[in-house]
């Protein structure tokens, strides 16, 4: 299956901004209180550009194997408010051994609102668990 991955891969995903995915939440799953505004969270456009990389890998992938991100760098350039549809669009522009580098592109209703690069590795999820295992015993 991981034969068949090439660069050229496009995959492309769709959700609507809710208040869980807005920097107020955000802000309160890390203890923090200011008032911000309602508005789709950077770190939550990031996770989605990650899962969109997710979704486009899993029917290349065998069973045991998974990805982890390994780098981003993206830019936020927009803001999108609660309600809104933001569409983030990847694809897979370099395959060097496990490494795999995508280029993304995020827009809501009106605009673009981000784009830059994703890498993930391509790792064996047994042995991954087991040096977790290692790192936290308890």
Not at 61 to 71: E, K, N
Not at 113 to 132: K, N, S, V, Y
Request: proline share 6%.
């Amino acid at each position: 299956m991981l034969d068949d991955l090439k660069p050229g891969l496009r995959y492309s995903a769709t959700i609507t901004v809710g208040e869980a995915l807005a920097v107020p939440a955000s802000g309160r799953l890390l203890g923090e209180t200011a008032d911000m505004p309602p508005v789709f969270a950077t770190a939550n456009m990031i996770a989605f550009v990650e899962w969109t990389c997710v979704a486009a890998l899993a029917p290349y992938l065998s069973s045991d194997q998974r990805t982890v991100g390994t780098r981003v760098d993206m830019t936020h350039t927009a803001a999108t408010p609660i309600g809104m549809k933001v569409t983030a669009e990847i694809e897979l522009v370099e395959i060097d051994g496990r490494r795999l580098r995508f280029r993304a592109n995020c827009r809501d209703e009106i605009e673009p609102i981000g784009e830059g690069f994703h890498e993930r590795t391509i790792i064996d999820h047994a042995r991954f668990m087991q040096r977790l295992v290692r790192k936290n015993p308890g």
